[in-house]
């Protein structure tokens, strides 16, 4: 699976940004996440929509991130309101058949896209 990634950027504190992450190749069954990995830490897990099932997503932007899918447009979107300096990362899609909330359970990484917040 190719994914290539759209709509980091720079926005203030308080602001938004919609990622967005198309599929190519095999996407039937396969669940789609979100990770992000700021400089000098771990990349972390952010969301996840499963091929069935409901969405997960970490304690840090659980109410303030919306992940959503266009099954018919093999796409994932990451809609991120309220963000914080502490959100400031490279995001990553990732598609895996095992998925969840580890690296582990992904077997297909994007080139990442940059997410910059000032205060």
């Known amino acids: 699976v190719q994914l290539v990634e759209n709509g980091g950027g720079s926005v203030q504190a308080g602001g938004s940004l919609r990622l967005s992450c198309a599929a190519s190749?095999?996407?039937?069954?396969?669940?789609m996440g979100w990770f992000r990995q700021a400089p000098g830490k771990e990349r972390e897990f952010v969301a996840v929509?499963?091929?069935?099932?409901?969405?997960r997503y970490s304690d840090s932007v659980k109410g303030r991130f919306t992940i959503s899918r266009d099954y018919a447009k093999n796409t994932v979107y990451l809609q991120m309101n309220s963000l914080k300096p502490e959100d400031m990362a490279v995001y990553y899609c990732?598609?895996?058949?095992?998925?969840?909330?580890?690296?582990?359970?992904?077997?297909?990484w994007g080139q990442g896209t940059q997410v910059t917040v000032s205060t």
């Open positions: 990732a598609s895996g058949q095992k998925g969840g909330v580890g690296v582990a359970g992904y077997d297909d």
């Open positions: 190749g095999r996407a039937f069954g396969r669940s």
């Open positions: 929509m499963p091929w069935i099932g409901v969405p």
